[in-house]
């Protein structure tokens, strides 16, 4: 049996790892993407509850990838706060990929 803290360590990662896939899939030199649309296309986005905490958890790893340097805050589109991949992020994603 796995423990707990094991079990939410190992969440963590897979979470953390599909937001970045994403945003490598999503990737723009001009504009990044909102945590509300990395929810929903991550089929976490709350729609029920406090309207402002619906994409919390997408939030919480947001910050956890900033501080780690591979995410950077970008405005969407809309002129809104959103998120992209850092440049030195995006380039060892694109490194991996073309072998």
């Given amino acids: 049996m796995i ?3 094991k079990l939410a360590s190992m969440g963590r990662l897979l979470m953390c790892e599909a937001i970045l896939d994403l945003l ?3 990737y723009s030199k001009d504009v990044g993407v909102g945590a509300a649309e990395i929810g929903k296309r991550l089929g976490i986005y709350r729609k029920a509850g406090v309207v402002h905490m619906n ?3 997408v939030t919480g790893f947001l910050n956890e990838l900033h501080e780690l340097g ?3 805050q970008k ?3 809309n002129g809104k706060g959103g998120w992209s991949l850092s ?3 995006y380039n060892s994603r694109k490194r991996e990929r073309e072998g």
């Fill in 3 to 5: 423990k707990p803290k």
């Fill in 24 to 26: 490598y899939e999503k």
């Fill in 55 to 57: 994409d919390a958890i």
């Fill in 70 to 72: 591979k995410v950077i």
């Fill in 75 to 77: 405005p969407q589109p």
């Fill in 87 to 89: 440049h030195k992020e």
